[in-house]
């Protein structure tokens, strides 16, 4: 092996080790067939559908999601071709970026966090253009009387609440079939793909462009890469557009979907010290490295920073469904 191990590094490895394990628990335990999981959220998740039998439903639970949130934007009246629009542009642009970026360094760019990042971004945006134009395909396709039933339900979607029958609760059956089988079109995987796409991006553009601005270009400005207009552009426009997505879009941000971020960042760092096993050279980025014996405490911190990073963005997302729909009552529309 090119990598040279110190008894340290053994720590380090512990560190990104329980960090994934720690991941990997709560996606099983929110997002899996746990029998711990309530039985109102576990028909919401990734790996599990509801039977097609079922006639009564739940409201959707908190963090989760329902086709026409997908699609569908916060703000009423504006028409869903708008969001498909700036996710469509969104993409073109950022793509239009990253082929700038790997014709201006070639392929190795990839040998940073930012470029990993910043394809996430590119893929959220692509399934987002995606879904956005089928569910705007499927809306302009169904009956006006129905359309006009799907726009007054999801005007009202906060006033929802059916419940299933269970024990001593009652049970009160959905008086529109409309509604009823609005509730019932679960996000199916490449939907709930688009919001992990989202959450998980939302975390790594903060922590990029946090560390960028804030560390590397006042202390750790190297000969590898320097700062410029493409540099610059690569540290704003994907914070820029992704930020202007969420003002529009009604996904939910809990706080659960953290474990994806911390994945995709364990991910990396593995994948960094793959490369350097294999006669990689120089780190990209010097708190990564592990010949120093600050090396611990270096990932101790970079751990814990990923909690602030994603908690900014769900600050924002909690501002948004807090204080707009205070602001503008009869323009803003709560998902939940």
Known sequence: MALVVCWYDFVCFGIVGVAMFWALWVIWKKEGASERVEDSTIYESLLVTRPDGEVFVSALPKGHISTSQLWTSCWKGLHPGWLLAIRFVSFLVLAGFLVWDVSAWDATIFVYYTEWTFALVMLYFALGTIVSG?????????????????????????????????????????????????????AGFWGYLMQIAFQTCAGAVVLTDIVFWCVIVPFLSTAHLGLNVLMGCMHTLNAFFLLLDASLNSLPFPWFRLSYFVLWSCLYVIFQWVIHAMGFSWWPYPFLELDTPWATLWYFCM????????????????AKYTILPKLFPHTFVRPY
């Open 134 to 186: 089928y569910g705007w395909w499927l809306s302009s396709n169904k009956p006006p009387s129905e359309n006009g039933a799907r726009r007054d339900l999801e005007a009202n979607n906060a006033s929802i609440n059916t419940y299933r029958q269970s024990g001593s609760k009652g049970t009160i059956k959905l008086q529109s079939h409309y509604a009823q089988e609005e509730i019932q079109l679960r």
């Open 303 to 318: 751990a814990l920073i990923h909690i602030p990073c994603y908690g900014i963005f769900a600050l924002i997302i909690k």
